[in-house]
Each structure stands twice: as structure tokens, then as C-alpha cells.
């Protein structure tokens, strides 16, 4: 079973940056693409950025400029450094994975964690 945990969330001014990880635990075999999704209140998940495991990167539109992926393939784990934050980008944010594991191929989530941007 493979298990995702982000970390790294929390209060920030506007204007401020903090740094999200999601570490991959289990009996993984490969990790392929890794996204950082986000859904805010009262809005709908959307895809925030992606890495695939060349480290090939995507955003959303909205984000490009402000935010950063990036992954580190011998620990597992993806990184998302968010610079210029606004309130608007206040949401829980999501680790997502596609990966292969002894007994399971396919996609896995993290639990999401809370990121607040408030003055």
C-alpha cells in the first residue's frame, strides 16, 4: 500500500511564501507524475501543478510565476514552493501520485493540509 503525507502548511501573510512536501511511503516500485492539487472554500478541486518524473513541469495558468514544483526521486517525495502568496490562494492543498506498488497500479491522494494566507 502506498501512503502520501504533505506537510508544510499553515498562516501566512499575503505577500509571504511557504513550502509544501509530500512524502511517498510503501512498497513502491515507481512513482510517475506527481500534482499538487488544491481546492479552496466553497470552490472545486483544481490542478495546481504537475512533475512528471523527468521533472517535466505544468501549472495553472494563475499560478505560473509564483509557484514551483519540484521532486526528489531517491526520497520520494514532491515539493511545492509558493512565493507571492494571496488570499485568494488560501485552500487545502492536495499531494496526488501515479504510481506502481506490489499490489497496486494506479493513483493515490495525501490527507491535504491547510494553507491560509490572512493578514
Known amino acids: 500500500q502506498v501512503q502520501l503525507v504533505e506537510s508544510g502548511g499553515g498562516l501566512v501573510q499575503p505577500g509571504g511564501s511557504l513550502r509544501l512536501s509530500c512524502a511517498a511511503s510503501?512498497?513502491?516500485?515507481?512513482?510517475?507524475?506527481m500534482y499538487w492539487y488544491r481546492q479552496g472554500p466553497e470552490k472545486q478541486r483544481e490542478l495546481a501543478a504537475s512533475i512528471t518524473r523527468a521533472g517535466t513541469t505544468n501549472y495553472a495558468d494563475s499560478l505560473k510565476g509564483r509557484f514551483t514544483i519540484s521532486r526528489d526521486n531517491a526520497k520520494n517525495t514532491v515539493y511545492l514552493q509558493m512565493n507571492s502568496l494571496k488570499p485568494e490562494d488560501t485552500a487545502v492543498y492536495y499531494c496526488?501520485?501515479?504510481?506502481?506498488?506490489?499490489?497496486?497500479?494506479?493513483?493515490?491522494w495525501g490527507q491535504g493540509t491547510q494553507v491560509t494566507v490572512s493578514s
Open positions: 510503501g512498497s513502491i516500485s515507481s512513482i510517475y507524475t
Open positions: 496526488n501520485a501515479d504510481v506502481t506498488s506490489a499490489l497496486y497500479t494506479g493513483n493515490c
